[in-house]
C-alpha cells in the first residue's frame, strides 16, 4: 500500500489532491491535508472525498469504509442520544427531589462523613455510602443550578457525542463525573455536602478544548468560556455556594480522557484509551481510598 509521504519539518503543508494550495486543514478521519475545495463537511469537522466516498481512496486501511468517529468509534444516525438520556435522567432526579424533598436529596448528595441529625448515626462516603460520589452528580436543587448544567450539557454533548462515539462519551462523562466528585470528598470539609452535575459539565468543557485543538479550530471562544466559568467558580464575592473541587477535578478528568481518546494512534488506539480510562478510574479509587482511610482513622 502505498504511504502518504511526509512532509519534511518546517515546509509548508498542502492539500493532498493539489499540491500548489497550502492549508492548516486536515481530514477528521484520514487525517491527510486538504484545501477550502476539497473540504466537505461532517458532523464533526471536515472530510476529504476519498473518506465521504466510502474510504475507496489509496493509502486507506481496509475496514476505512466503515464510518467511524474522529475517536474511532462508530458513526450512529442520532449523535444526540446519550446527550438526551443523561438530559432525562438529570431532570428526572431533580423531579423527584421536588416531589419527595429533603430525604431523598440526604440520599443523594455528596459528603464524607457527618452525623445526619443531633442523634443520628454518621454516615456519608467514608462510612461506605461510595454511590453518593455518582448520585450526587445527576441532582439538582435549585432551577438555577439544574438550568445552567443542563444548558451547558445541551450546547457541549451532542458535538462531543458526535466526535467520540457513544460509548466513549458516556465513559467521559461518568468519568468526569466521578472525578469532581472525588476531589470534592478528599479537598472539602467532610461535613459540607455538596451535589450537582457541574464535575461532568467541566469534564465537557475539558473535552471540547481538547477536540477544538484537535481540529485545529480557534480556540479563543473555549478559553474565553472556560475562563469565565472558572472566574464565578473562584470569585469571593459570588452569591452562590460553589464547589470548585468538583469543578476543577471534572475538568482535569475530561481533558485527560479526551486527549488519550482524540490523539491515541491508530494502531494502538483501543489500548490508549481504555487504559487512560483505566488509569483515571484507578487513581479516583486510589484517592477515595486513602481519604477514607485519614477520616475513619
Same mark, same amino acid.
Given at each position: 500500500?502505498?504511504?502518504?509521504?511526509?512532509?519534511?519539518?518546517?515546509?509548508?503543508?498542502?492539500?493532498?489532491?493539489?499540491?500548489?494550495?497550502?492549508?492548516?486543514?486536515?481530514?477528521?478521519?484520514c487525517e491527510r491535508p486538504i484545501?477550502?475545495?476539497?473540504?466537505?463537511?461532517?458532523?464533526?469537522?471536515?472530510?476529504?472525498?476519498?473518506?465521504?466516498? =466510502?474510504?475507496?481512496?489509496?493509502?486507506?486501511?481496509?475496514?476505512?469504509?466503515?464510518?467511524?468517529?474522529?475517536?474511532? #468509534? @462508530?458513526?450512529?444516525?442520532?449523535?444526540?442520544? /446519550?446527550?438526551?438520556?443523561?438530559?432525562?435522567?438529570?431532570?428526572?432526579?431533580?423531579?423527584? /427531589?421536588?416531589?419527595?424533598?429533603?430525604?431523598?436529596?440526604?440520599?443523594?448528595?455528596?459528603?464524607?462523613?457527618? @452525623?445526619?441529625?443531633? *442523634?443520628?448515626?454518621?454516615?456519608?462516603?467514608?462510612?461506605?455510602?461510595? *454511590?453518593?460520589?455518582?448520585?450526587?452528580?445527576?441532582?439538582?436543587?435549585?432551577?438555577?443550578? &439544574?438550568? +445552567?448544567? +443542563?444548558?451547558?450539557? %445541551?450546547? $457541549? #454533548?451532542?458535538? &462531543?457525542?458526535?466526535? $467520540? =462515539?457513544?460509548?466513549?462519551?458516556?465513559?467521559?462523562?461518568?468519568?468526569? @463525573?466521578?472525578?469532581?466528585?472525588?476531589?470534592?470528598?478528599?479537598?472539602?470539609?467532610?461535613?459540607?455536602?455538596?451535589?450537582?452535575?457541574?464535575?461532568? /459539565?467541566?469534564?465537557?468543557? =475539558?473535552? +471540547?478544548?481538547?477536540?477544538?485543538?484537535?481540529?485545529?479550530?480557534? +480556540?479563543?471562544? /473555549?478559553?474565553i468560556l472556560l475562563a469565565l466559568?472558572?472566574?464565578?467558580?473562584?470569585?469571593? %464575592?459570588?452569591?452562590?455556594?460553589?464547589?470548585?473541587?468538583?469543578?476543577?477535578?471534572? $475538568?482535569?478528568?475530561?481533558?485527560?480522557?479526551?486527549?488519550?481518546?482524540?490523539?491515541?494512534?491508530?494502531?494502538?488506539?483501543?489500548?490508549?484509551?481504555? =487504559?487512560?480510562? #483505566?488509569?483515571?478510574?484507578?487513581?479516583?479509587?486510589?484517592?477515595?481510598?486513602?481519604?477514607?482511610?485519614?477520616?475513619?482513622?
Amino acid at each position: 500500500m502505498d504511504r502518504q509521504q511526509q512532509p519534511e519539518q518546517g515546509s509548508a503543508v498542502t492539500c493532498y489532491r493539489h499540491p500548489d494550495r497550502e492549508t492548516g486543514i486536515r481530514c477528521s478521519r484520514c487525517e491527510r491535508p486538504i484545501c477550502p475545495e476539497c473540504m466537505i463537511s461532517a458532523s464533526v469537522g471536515y472530510q476529504c472525498p476519498e473518506c465521504v466516498r =466510502g474510504g475507496s481512496g489509496t493509502g486507506h486501511r481496509p475496514d476505512a469504509n466503515r464510518p467511524r468517529t474522529l475517536a474511532g #468509534g @462508530a458513526v450512529t444516525a442520532d449523535p444526540w442520544l /446519550i446527550t438526551k438520556v443523561l438530559l432525562g435522567v438529570n431532570i428526572a432526579v431533580f423531579l423527584a /427531589i421536588l416531589a419527595v424533598g429533603r430525604p431523598l436529596t440526604d440520599e443523594l448528595l455528596l459528603f464524607g462523613r457527618a @452525623a445526619t441529625g443531633p *442523634y443520628g448515626p454518621v454516615e456519608g462516603v467514608a462510612e461506605g455510602q461510595w *454511590y453518593r460520589l455518582l448520585t450526587s452528580a445527576f441532582a439538582h436543587q435549585e432551577f438555577w443550578h &439544574i438550568g +445552567m448544567n +443542563m444548558l451547558a450539557l %445541551w450546547v $457541549l #454533548g451532542p458535538q &462531543i457525542e458526535g466526535a $467520540l =462515539g457513544r460509548a466513549r462519551f458516556i465513559a467521559l462523562y461518568l468519568l468526569s @463525573a466521578l472525578g469532581g466528585s472525588v476531589l470534592a470528598y478528599v479537598l472539602a470539609d467532610p461535613q459540607q455536602a455538596s451535589l450537582g452535575a457541574s464535575g461532568a /459539565i467541566y469534564g465537557l468543557f =475539558g473535552a +471540547m478544548a481538547v477536540l477544538v485543538k484537535r481540529l485545529k479550530y480557534d +480556540m479563543r471562544p /473555549i478559553f474565553i468560556l472556560l475562563a469565565l466559568n472558572l472566574f464565578f467558580t473562584f470569585a469571593p %464575592w459570588s452569591g452562590f455556594s460553589i464547589s470548585w473541587e468538583a469543578h476543577v477535578g471534572g $475538568l482535569v478528568a475530561g481533558a485527560v480522557i479526551a486527549w488519550a481518546m482524540v490523539y491515541a494512534p491508530r494502531e494502538r488506539r483501543a489500548l490508549v484509551q481504555y =487504559g487512560a480510562c #483505566g488509569a483515571v478510574l484507578a487513581l479516583e479509587l486510589v484517592a477515595c481510598v486513602v481519604r477514607t482511610m485519614t477520616l475513619t482513622g
